[in-house]
């Protein structure tokens, strides 16, 4: 008979190491991940990730995002019907996220710990950019495909490293002209398949289990409570300054991160031999 332990696997593990007040600190962040979430619609994995790098690997971080995200995401995915024909619209970026999230799983396996918190901090000052400066593209029809599946596969390795996929995959819709319940719908079936696909190669690899999965699922409590909360915020406070704020302290958090992995001293170091 098969015995279920929460010790097991990557969360499992790294959770079991520590004390109250970092449990506590997780905790924290996901419920400010969805507050943030419920004033601005940017991304849960956006704003907590800096926060649970103080806390946990980049590898366990990464998983316990991943069912916050797909909870969230499966509801808009399938609001409105149509979900197989608005699948084989996005087809290219879909197939760019299986690829990406296989090579970047890989990838985030095989890096050092310091390495990979340096590799996610810089991610996350990417997408911060990208949602700051807000990129306008336009993608002819000829040019659709093959831009679509870049740029999932881009999203991808963001996702399986940082936990942000969103800004690359959003200027890849607005640019094909998605907008308004297609886009929500969109990027919400992107996403979905985009973390199963990550969720699928960390078991493949014998490096996450059913426990990691369970303890991800309850990880979605207080980011829903953060959204709820939230809520009633959201006609109060200015959505662009406050987005603004948000960003600004994601740069700053995601710079500490790079700093903190030690890159820049070992870089040095190395110069100076």
């Known amino acids: 008979m098969p015995h279920f332990t929460f010790a097991t696997g990557i969360l499992g593990a ?104 340096a590799a996610a901090g810089t991610l996350l000052m990417i997408a911060a950019l990208l949602l700051l400066a807000a990129p306008r593209l336009t993608l002819s029809p000829q040019w659709a495909k093959p831009a679509g599946l870049a740029l999932g596969f881009g999203a991808a390795l963001m996702e399986s490293i940082a936990s942000v996929p969103g800004p690359l995959l959003a200027m890849y819709l607005i640019a094909t002209g998605a907008t308004g319940k297609a886009f929500t719908k969109q990027i919400a079936i992107i996403l979905v398949v985009s973390i199963i696909t990550l969720v699928a190669a960390f078991s493949g690899g014998a490096h996450a289990s059913w426990a990691d999965l369970a303890i991800s699922m309850c990880a979605s409590v207080p980011v829903i409570a953060g959204i709820l909360l939230a809520r009633p915020l959201r006609d109060r406070l200015p959505p662009a300054t406050f987005r603004m704020v948000v960003l600004l302290f994601v740069l700053a958090a995601a710079a500490q991160m790079i700093w903190k992995s030690g890159i820049f001293q070992a870089l040095s170091g190395t110069h100076a031999l």
């Open 14 to 117: 790294s959770l079991q190491t520590l004390d109250l007040y970092a449990l506590l600190g997780i905790a924290v962040a996901l419920l400010l991940g969805g507050m943030v979430k419920g004033v601005v619609s940017i991304g849960v994995p956006l704003v907590a990730m800096p926060i649970l790098s103080h806390f946990l690997p980049i590898k366990a971080a990464v998983l316990l995002l991943s069912m916050p995200i797909i909870l969230g995401n499966i509801p808009q995915a399938l609001e409105g019907g149509d979900l197989l024909p608005t699948v084989k619209r996005i087809a290219a970026p879909l197939i760019g996220t299986v690829i990406g999230n296989l090579v970047g799983v890989s990838v985030l396996i095989s890096l050092a710990p310091h390495r990979a918190q």
